[in-house]
């Protein structure tokens, strides 16, 4: 009887901490390329056209370049958007995971511009600002 009502209980925990999964933000699918940056230690940066900094989403896919002074660095992997609390203290918002990650990043798409960042969890966290190219 105790294990029947130990399962139950896991159940409804497990269900109420379910997260409300979205699909793919319409106007998303494409290529951005970064126009700033913002961070609690590096302050405010724009980034020319061209910088080659850029971010493609197709359905739940992505990629990603980054180019540094001598450095460019690549990734890809899936993502999902979903609407939740990055951790307890912090209000429910769109955020996006990278690779199943667990690690949760705000996410907003207005007005053609796309901005990934920390959330309100992070002391001097950051964000980066995306404008649609293709």
């Not at 405010?44 to 900094?53: F, I, L, Q, T, V």
């Not at 493609?56 to 979903?82: E, L």
């Amino acid at each position: 009887m105790k294990l029947k009502y130990f399962i139950a209980v896991l159940f409804v925990a497990i269900t109420a901490c379910k997260k409300d999964a979205q699909k793919l933000s319409p106007g998303l699918e494409g290529t951005w390329e970064l126009i700033s940056s913002d961070g609690g230690w590096s302050g405010h940066h724009e980034y020319a056209r061209g910088n080659g900094n850029i971010f493609t989403f197709n359905d739940n896919h992505y990629s990603q370049v980054i180019k540094s002074t001598d450095t460019t660095y690549q990734y890809a992997g899936t993502f999902k958007i979903y609407t939740g609390k990055p951790c307890d203290f912090a209000k429910k918002q769109t955020l996006i995971d990278f690779d199943n990650s667990g690690f949760a990043s705000s996410f907003s798409l207005s007005e053609g511009r796309l901005t990934i960042g920390t959330t309100e969890c992070i002391m001097d966290g950051g964000s980066s600002t995306y404008k649609k190219i293709r």
